[in-house]
């Protein structure tokens, strides 16, 4: 089972969404990581045959998915950020009835409906109208709809929103299992989300791919960037001033242990960090608010 990206790009008058990107997908988790407005949301419209691009394929086992069709959807399963429904839908009315349009049979949608209510936590409030839940809730029927023709393909973009941390380590656990025999892409800026979970990644910036790779194999990019040191609490804006900061802590001797990403330490006492897939993050998508000092090529 493959999934091939060949050559994708999408122009919307004079902006580039997405730049000739080409991936290849096999069995497993992929994390499609990238800042907001990187390119992700149009690369997976794409992916899911809902936009058509401007140029390139998306092949399903080497053939093109608009050639497969209905074929094609049947084995697919997509979670946009934003998906919609009709406000008096109950959970298990609206699960019913995106199974219909799926074309599941009756008695076997039912099955599958119990399962997944059970397998995101939502069998409690299966009669409550969706309009009614929360965030979290609202995404878990997302989650759902998704899954209900137990897709070989599984697209989701963003799918962790709204979700509260216990929520987060269940669907990560969800997807793990699930993703045994069949390619889950998921596109996020949340990267614990998909840090330990995912075979492989791609990061995209301004709607080309950066790098892709495992977990292990990205953060070496950043392996002579990331430092940590102890400061005194009345320096810590003016290390905020000039570093990129990924974290700090207040310790018991008083002082702040940061976290700061560079080129070179920022004083004698730095030590090396081990890096994350977090600390690559950020230095590819820095904020743009934030200062840095070019003596450290921060």
């Known amino acids: 089972m493959e999934l091939q990206i060949d050559h994708i790009s999408k122009r919307f008058k004079d902006k580039k969404a997405v730049q000739n990107i080409s991936l290849k997908l096999t069995p497993g988790v992929w994390g499609l990581l990238g800042a907001n407005g990187a390119g992700k949301t149009t690369l997976m419209r794409i992916i899911a045959g809902i936009m058509q ?17 209905e074929e094609y ?6 979670l946009p950020q934003e998906f919609g429904f009709y406000h008096e839908f109950t959970v298990r009315d609206y699960l019913a009835y995106v199974a219909a349009l799926k074309g599941i049979p009756e008695r076997q949608s039912r099955r599958r409906i119990h399962e997944l209510l059970e397998r995101v936590s939502l069998q409690n409030v299966s009669g409550k109208k969706i ?33 509260d941390p216990g929520e987060r380590v269940r669907f990560r656990n969800l997807l793990s299992e699930f993703a045994h025999d069949r390619i889950v892409l998921i596109s996020t800026h949340i990267v614990p989300d998909v840090e330990y979970i995912a075979t492989c990644h791609a990061m995209i910036k301004d709607g080309r791919l950066l790098a892709t790779g495992t977990t292990e194999e990205l953060v070496k990019l950043v392996e002579d960037k990331v430092w940590s040191c102890r400061i005194s609490p009345d320096t810590v804006p003016e290390y905020e001033s000039k570093l990129r900061i990924v974290s700090l802590r207040n310790e018991d001797d008083g002082n702040v242990s940061v976290r700061y990403l560079a080129k070179r330490p920022c004083n004698a006492w730095s030590e090396p960090a081990v890096p994350r897939l977090e600390d690559l993050y950020l230095w590819l998508f820095p904020q743009s608010s934030g200062k840095t000092d070019r003596r450290y090529g921060a």
Request: aromatic fraction near 6%; glycine fraction near 16%.
């Open 131 to 163: 309009s009614r839940l929360s965030g979290g809730m609202k995404r878990r029927v997302g989650i759902a709809q998704a899954l209900l023709n137990n897709p070989k393909v599984l697209i989701l973009d963003e799918p962790t929103g709204g979700l």
């Open 73 to 78: 959807r049947n084995i697919f399963g997509y």
């Open 53 to 69: 691009p401007t140029s390139g394929h998306v092949l399903y086992d080497g053939i093109p998915i608009r050639t497969l069709g």
